[in-house]
């Protein structure tokens, strides 16, 4: 039973060898080949070419960077203070302004003064026109409220910036 399949299948493995095989002419069969028309060579003709140089294309867009900031700047940086540079450094002007904590203002007669805290635990007496915090800021007002300070400094683009800055007097405790 298993003879008469094998000898069937070997049959049809034989004949399709014997066609793959017959097929591998190299010249392409009769019905296929057209007549070979004869081609004149085509003569090129050149053109005189004239002395004008070729205008450059303008381009669609050019970006400008004038006025703009350099984006490889960090906007978040230290900010310069405006500082002249032979006065020395007061110890108001070591600490940053939200680092100084107001103990009491006087505010009555004659000129208006304050105290406050330092970081470091030292109390110092502020009145108008005093020298405070890093940016080299100045005390521009005292008021019951708290204390003004116009600060100057250089922002991240090296224009001149003015600020406004008020340490505010903290809220009373206790019994009224």
């Given amino acids: 039973m298993r003879a008469p399949l094998i ?17 591998c002419d190299d010249s392409p069969p ?10 004149k060579p085509v003569k090129r003709i ?13 381009p669609d867009y050019v970006y400008s960077s004038a006025g703009l900031r350099d984006p490889f700047v960090p906007l978040f940086e230290e900010k310069k203070p405006i500082t002249a540079k032979k006065t020395p450094l ?15 203002i006087i505010v009555g007669k004659g000129e208006p003064s304050a105290m406050v805290a330092a970081p470091g635990g030292k109390s110092y007496i502020l009145k108008k026109g005093l020298k405070i915090g890093k940016n080299n800021g100045t005390v521009t007002a005292i008021t019951p409220d708290g204390i003004t300070v116009m600060e100057k400094y250089y922002d991240f683009t ?18 009224n």
Avoid at 46 to 58: D, E, H, I, L, Y
């Fill in 7 to 23: 000898k069937k299948i070997l049959l049809v493995a034989g004949l399709c060898g014997f066609l793959l095989v017959g097929g």
């Fill in 158 to 175: 090296g224009a001149v910036r003015t600020n406004k800055k008020m340490i505010k007097l903290p809220p009373h405790r206790g019994v």
């Fill in 90 to 104: 007061t110890p108001l002007q070591k600490f940053d302004l939200a680092q100084f904590r107001i103990l009491g």
């Fill in 30 to 39: 009769a019905s296929v080949k057209a007549p070979a028309a004869k081609v």
């Fill in 46 to 58: 050149a053109k005189k070419v004239q002395n004008k140089k070729p205008q450059p294309k303008k």
